[in-house]
Antibody
Framework: EVQLVESGGNLVQPGGFLILSCATS????????MSWVRQAPGKGLEWVAN????????YYVDSVKGRFTISRDNAKNSLRLEMSNLTDEDTAVYYC??????WGQGTLVTVSS | QSVLTQPPSVSGTPGQRVTMFCSGS????????VYWYQQVPGTAPKLLIY???QRPSGVPDRFSGSKSGTSASLAISGLRSEDETDYYC???????????FGGGTKLTVL
């Protein structure tokens, strides 16, 4: 059974830094593109970033370029999102996805003073 | 404003067939596969349709997807009360080099 478990969400001040993690199991992690998608309260879905199987190719939505970094550890079957210079517009539930198929349960990031 | 356009709401009665649409451009829907997701508020989205018209195992055949040109559609036949929730379309966009979503359609079962 495919499982994706996000962690690291928290309340952080504007301009702050946060790292999200996604622990995975039930599939061959090293063979899949992985993505982060977020959903602001009461809003729709927004794709944030993705990374190819070997970690050599990464794409980001324009609004997070230069602030967020996606990475992966294929030995530990884990995905990571480093977020810096956070603003209130980054407040959302962040989901980890396997190849745009399976979704984790999400982790809440709240940016507020 | 979302890159893919979905109607904010659609409705139908139990047993009816409803179709919801997702409109994009050559650079996303016109050139790439379309995915559809179902999201019950407060829970994670669930994949309903992938690669335009493929159903993951466990998704009832009441759900079907299609694509024509720069538009895609999700049809639900034999509408049930539990289908009343939110639906999103998504596709890769070649110019943005990223995935784009529709704004979502809320299905109401009258």
């Amino acid at each position: 059974e495919v499982q994706l478990v996000e962690s690291g969400g928290n309340l952080v001040q504007p301009g702050g830094f946060l790292i999200l993690s996604c622990a995975t199991s039930g599939f061959i992690f090293s063979k899949y593109w992985m993505s982060w998608v977020r959903q602001a309260p009461g809003k729709g879905l927004e794709w944030v970033a993705n990374i190819n199987p070997d970690g050599s190719t990464k794409y980001y939505v324009d609004s997070v370029k230069g602030r967020f970094t996606i990475s992966r550890d294929n030995a530990k079957n884990s995905l990571r999102l480093e977020m810096s210079n956070l603003t209130d517009e980054d407040t959302a539930v962040y989901y980890c996805l396997n190849d745009m198929d399976f979704w984790g349960q999400g982790t809440l990031v709240t940016v507020s003073s | 404003q979302s890159v893919l356009t979905q109607p904010p709401s659609v409705s139908g009665t139990p047993g009816q067939r409803v179709t919801m649409f997702c409109s994009g451009s050559y650079f996303n829907i016109g050139s790439n596969y379309v995915y559809w997701y179902q999201q019950v508020p407060g829970t994670a989205p669930k994949l309903l349709i992938y690669k335009n018209n493929q159903r993951p195992s466990g998704v009832p055949d009441r759900f079907s997807g299609s694509k024509s040109g720069t538009s895609a559609s999700l049809a639900i036949s034999g509408l049930r009360s539990e289908d009343e929730t939110d639906y999103y379309c998504a596709a890769w966009d070649d110019t943005k080099k990223g995935w784009v979503f529709g704004g979502g359609t809320k299905l109401t079962v009258l």
